[in-house]
């Protein structure tokens, strides 16, 4: 088992930045391909940004290429997600999720295959 916490949430203006931080305890020895997905009011849970075990391999929804950025810190257990640039768009709960994977080079990028899921924190952008 792996639990994930989410932490780095809040309001910030449109055009501000926030950093998301996911901390995974429990069964990290294994090797964990890590996602970001967001879900706003009233609407399904996409997939933001996904990262390889290894970080080298990253995917991107094409509505945060170039202003959000993926990474990962394994000696921390640790993934991040620098948002820049936010929109009011942007708003809503962003959750973690970590599924085990043999290769170390690959991305996962679908929601069902994602086998632990953190309890999500809330980011609000205002105009």
């Known amino acids: 088992q792996v639990q994930l916490v989410e932490s780095g949430g809040g309001l910030v203006q449109a055009g501000g930045s926030l950093r998301l931080s996911c901390a995974a305890s429990?069964?990290?020895?294994?090797?964990?391909?890590m996602g970001w997905f967001r879900q706003a009011p009233g609407k399904e849970r996409d997939i933001v940004a996904a990262i390889s075990w290894s970080g080298g391999s990253t995917y991107y929804t094409d509505s945060v290429k170039g202003r959000f950025t993926i990474s990962r810190d394994n000696a921390k257990n640790t993934v991040y997600l620098q948002m820049n640039s936010l929109k009011p768009e942007d708003t809503a709960v962003y959750y973690c999720a970590a599924t085990a994977i043999a290769h170390t080079t690959v991305v996962v990028t679908t929601h069902d295959a994602y086998d632990y899921w953190g309890q999500g924190t809330q980011v609000t952008v205002s105009f």
């Open positions: 429990g069964r990290t020895s294994s090797t964990y391909a």
